[in-house]
């Protein structure tokens, strides 16, 4: 009687776990065809080792500080040439020659989809300043080229053709912090294009705190406007504390144009002053956009991203680390 009741249990469990196995069969088979039908997948990148080519001329990049793509499919990345060890890093690049390697790269670096170096160009020229800290690189939607500084006199922004050639200079070098200026700026970090409306989206700055909005042709000041949507302050409340009371005044450090929506997606990312990775993040509610409605929110970490047309990634560190050869640079493939 005993040994028929452990059978029939053996029995009853054996069936219950075919029962189960067929049950996650099935559920796994609805899940696949379910992710078939809805033709999703999760993206999965890995490094692309051959990108970019080797460097000509002992050159090597310093603090990468921005990178972007033109119409063409062309990535343009822009460093700083005086972020360098001169005794362990350049000694090709100094006089006497102390080593067989290595040399600053020019300033902007031009390579098409293949990693093939096909232009490079920036620095000090005539008609212009060049910034003291150059800071991002942004194409516009006719391949024109932006540039800002976040130096203590950078207090404007340049523009350049897709070739390097000079255009335009917004703003005069060495003014002073104001931001309720219609003329200059202070300490840009990034620009942002509104193809649409033709308009300029200026991350101003690390010494004036507000979003700047310009004519793309004329760089005319159209509007401007502060943290939460409110009027600049550029009083300096020193470092931020936490659990005090919210303050209104950010430096901003970042403006980005979504162009995955409709519409604009933009982060004015920034910091109290004195307090360079504060998260204070803005109400969930309260929003800028091209009418002065976008999200505001601070920022930390170590690292940006830019995803091309071709539906390549590309990170580079924020921070002057692993600056060997074009280290710092990395493409991203599906």
């Known amino acids: ?40 997948q999760a993206p999965m990148f890995e490094v692309d080792p051959f990108w970019p080519k080797p460097l000509p001329n002992h050159w ?24 360098f060890n001169e005794r362990t890093e350049i000694g090709a690049a100094t006089d006497p020659v102390k080593a067989d390697c290595c040399i600053p790269a020019p300033n902007v670096l031009e390579f098409d989809p293949d990693g093939n170096l096909v232009n490079h160009w920036g620095g000090p020229g005539e ?17 024109n080229i932006w540039i800002g500084g976040n130096g203590r006199t950078d207090s404007h922004i340049l523009k350049f053709t897709r070739d390097g050639k000079f255009l335009a200079e917004f703003g005069t070098p060495g003014s002073d912090t104001d931001s309720h200026s219609s003329e200059n700026f202070g300490s840009v970090a990034e ?37 939460y949507g409110n009027r600049p302050d550029d009083t300096n409340l020193g470092p931020f504390s936490p659990g005090a009371s919210r303050h209104s005044n950010f430096a901003i450090r970042c403006i980005v144009h979504n162009r995955r929506t409709t519409g ?46 071709s539906k390549r990634l590309f990170t580079w560190p924020m921070a002057p680390i692993a600056r060997s050869s074009l280290l710092n640079v990395k493409r991203w493939r599906f």
């Not at 990178?67 to 700083?80: G, L």
């Not at 008609?127 to 391949?143: C, F, L, Q």
């Not at 002053?273 to 930390?300: E, I």
């Open 1 to 40: 009687m005993i040994n028929q009741t452990i059978t029939k249990r053996n029995v009853y469990a054996a069936v219950a776990v075919i029962a189960a196995i067929a049950a996650l069969g099935f559920g796994q088979q609805a899940l696949d065809n379910s992710a078939q039908a809805n033709d999703r």
């Open 60 to 83: 090597i990049l310093g603090a990468t500080i921005g990178i972007d793509v033109d119409s063409r499919d062309h990535v343009y990345i822009i460093h700083r040439r005086d972020t």
């Open 127 to 143: 008609g212009y300043t060049w910034p003291v800290s150059n800071h991002g690189i942004t194409v516009d939607h006719k391949d």
């Open 191 to 227: 620009v942002s294009i509104d193809p649409e409306a033709n308009e300029v989206y200026v991350a101003d700055g690390y010494r004036n705190k507000r979003v700047a909005v310009l004519d793309a042709d004329t760089g005319e000041l159209k509007r401007y406007w502060g943290a």
């Open 264 to 309: 604009w997606s933009m982060c004015a990312i920034g910091s109290i002053t004195g307090c360079r990775y504060s998260r204070l993040m803005a109400p969930s509610s309260r929003k800028f956009s091209s009418s002065q409605q976008a999200s505001v929110m601070a920022l930390s970490g170590t690292s940006r991203s830019h995803r091309t047309p």
